[in-house]
Every structure is written in structure tokens, then in C-alpha cells.
T-cell receptor
Framework: GAGVSQSPSNKVTEKGKDVELRCDPI?????LYWYRQSLGQGLEFLIYFQGNSAPDKSGLPSDRFSAERTGGSVSTLTIQRTQQEDSAVYLC?????????????FGPGTRLTVL | GDSVTQMEGPVTLSEEAFLTINCTYTATGYPSLFWYVQYPGEGLQLLLKATKADDKGSNKGFEATYRKETTSFHLEKGSVQVSDSAVYFC????????????FGKGTSLLVTP
């Protein structure tokens, strides 16, 4: 079956521009997670959704970052006024119910480069 | 908060050598523990997991045993192959963030013929 998909796969933008990253989770998965992977910081958690709700936004690096999920499915991560330190690979993952032992399935990531 | 610490690489081994990648955890309670792997050019995927103390997770010849006495979850394989070259991440779920995963820094493994 279809896995987690993300688009675009690569995004190059200029400093100060806004970007939107999209995640399509596995159908029927209620939990969705966004992570960021960079050389200096490793894998960092950003935000999670249970259904359309995001109970914990504390992982977002700044108020320039926001995310939403609609219809219990597609999620969009938006970065406003991008900075060079935002350059990273943004990963999305989903799991069936968001339980403590549930496997998270990861998408291929969006590589963001801010010039 | 809950966290994992894993040995940093890179690790270079010859084919058929024995592999150990150390991982220790700090947690309140007894979380599930995971090993994820990232092959070159591919996304993260689950390698194995254990959900309680003394459980052994295994997959593709890899094994890891959840040891609460030593708070460890070391990854082992008896005979590595070139195709095992990848980055390996130890992880545990954060109950304060919907069980989002806290990852170790990753260990890069290169297996040479």
C-alpha cells in the first residue's frame, strides 16, 4: 500500500520568503508527526497531531513555524520569513493510533535550502 | 526528560564482522525502545523494537534486548553485510508529546567487502 508521501522533495528558497511543506500520511493513521533532521542538531521533534488537533506545539523552534492538519489526513508545515538556519530535511511520520509502542512510518522528507 | 545516548560513529567493519552499537536510555518508567535505520538515499524505517523489560527485538539478523538493570538497548548483529551500511538511530517515545520519538544522534555504519 501507499506509504507516507511528502512534497516537494526539494525546495530552494531565498531568505525571508515563506514556504509550505506538505505531508500525506498513511490512510487511517490518526497520529502525525513532524521532525527536522540537520547535521548539527540530529533529529528534532517539531509537532504532532492527533486527528486534526495539535496538543503540543512546544517543539516548534519559533513563532515563524506553524502547522495544520485537515480532515484527519493531509498536514502542512509553514515556515514564514525563512532564515538560513531553517535549512534542513523536514520529515513527516504517521502511526496508527499514536500509542507508546506504535511504529511510526516516515516519509522521504523535504530538503529545504534557504539561500 | 526522557532521552537516549548512543555511541557516535562512524563505525567501519569488514563484511562478516560482529557489530555492536551501544544505546543507553534515561526515562521515568519503562518506555518502549526502538531502533530505526536510514539506508543511503532512503527514509527512516523501523528496524526493531521492544516494549518491556527483558524483551528482545529482532529483524534482519539484528537483535537488541531491553535491559532495565543497565538501562540499555544495544544493537547487535553476528555477521554484517555490505548492505547493512546505513545510519542507525536508537529512540524512545516521549509521553508528553503524543509519543513522538526522542532520537539518539545516530551511528553511521560502513561495511567494506
Amino acid at each position: 500500500g501507499a506509504g507516507v508521501s511528502q512534497s516537494p522533495s526539494n525546495k530552494v528558497t531565498e531568505k525571508g520568503k515563506d514556504v509550505e511543506l506538505r505531508c500525506d500520511p498513511i490512510s487511517g493513521h490518526t497520529a502525525l508527526y513532524w521532525y527536522r533532521q540537520s547535521l548539527g542538531q540530529g533529529l528534532e521533534f517539531l509537532i504532532y497531531f492527533q486527528g486534526n488537533s495539535a496538543p503540543d506545539k512546544s517543539g516548534l523552534p519559533s513563532d515563524r513555524f506553524s502547522a495544520e492538519r485537515t480532515g484527519g489526513s493531509v498536514s502542512t508545515l509553514t515556515i514564514q520569513r525563512t532564515q538560513q538556519e531553517d535549512s534542513a530535511v523536514y520529515l513527516c511520520a504517521s502511526s496508527l493510533a499514536g500509542g507508546r509502542s506504535d511504529e511510526q512510518f516516515f516519509g522521504p522528507g523535504t530538503r529545504l535550502t534557504v539561500l | 526528560g526522557d532521552s537516549v545516548t548512543q555511541m557516535e560513529g562512524p563505525v567501519t567493519l569488514s563484511e562478516e564482522a560482529f557489530l555492536t552499537i551501544n544505546c543507553t536510555y534515561t526515562a521515568t518508567g519503562y518506555p518502549s525502545l526502538f531502533w530505526y535505520v536510514q539506508y543511503p538515499g532512503e527514509g527512516l524505517q523501523l528496524l526493531l523494537k521492544a516494549t518491556k523489560a527483558d524483551d528482545k527485538g529482532s529483524n534482519k539478523g539484528f537483535e537488541a534486548t531491553y535491559r532495565k538493570e543497565t538501562t540499555s538497548f544495544h544493537l547487535e548483529k553476528g555477521s554484517v553485510q555490505v548492505s547493512d551500511s546505513a545510519v542507525y538511530f536508537c529512540a524512545l517515545p516521549n509521553s508528553n508529546s503524543g509519543y513522538a520519538l526522542n532520537f539518539g544522534k545516530g551511528t553511521s555504519l560502513l561495511v567494506t567487502p
